[in-house]
């Protein structure tokens, strides 16, 4: 069974958003895997850019290349807005990479963006 590991944050006491940054490591051999569950990946990744809370979303290339072909990749990052760390490990629990086996490895930790 996969677990989860998740790093509180503290609520803001100015009663802004938080990011929180998703980072999964990937089994090895992941490729086939990734694109099974791509398309039902990528939906979800849109449902939040509709909804104005993606900051950033992309896979790690397993080697020094924009399309790294059959070494696939290593691993995702994802930085969205969510309410709270539960609600962002929540939204982590259904994604369809997990789902598929893809990730051996998912952390979800606050990010606070300066730049």
Do not use: C
Not at 85 to 98: H, I, V
């Amino acid at each position: 069974m996969l677990a989860i590991q998740i790093l509180k944050s503290q609520p803001s006491p100015f009663g802004l958003f938080m990011y929180y940054a998703i980072m999964g490591q990937d089994v090895k051999n992941s490729l086939d895997k990734r694109k099974s569950a791509r398309t039902a990946h990528l939906d979800r990744l849109n449902e939040l850019v509709e909804q104005k809370r993606l900051l950033v979303a992309g896979p790690h290339p397993a080697i020094d290349s924009n399309d790294p072909g059959e070494a696939g990749f290593s691993g995702s990052l994802i930085i969205a807005e969510f309410d709270s760390a539960e609600e962002a490990k929540a939204w982590t629990d259904a994604d369809p990479y997990l789902a598929a086996g893809v990730y051996a490895k998912v952390t979800v930790k606050p990010f606070k963006k300066v730049l």
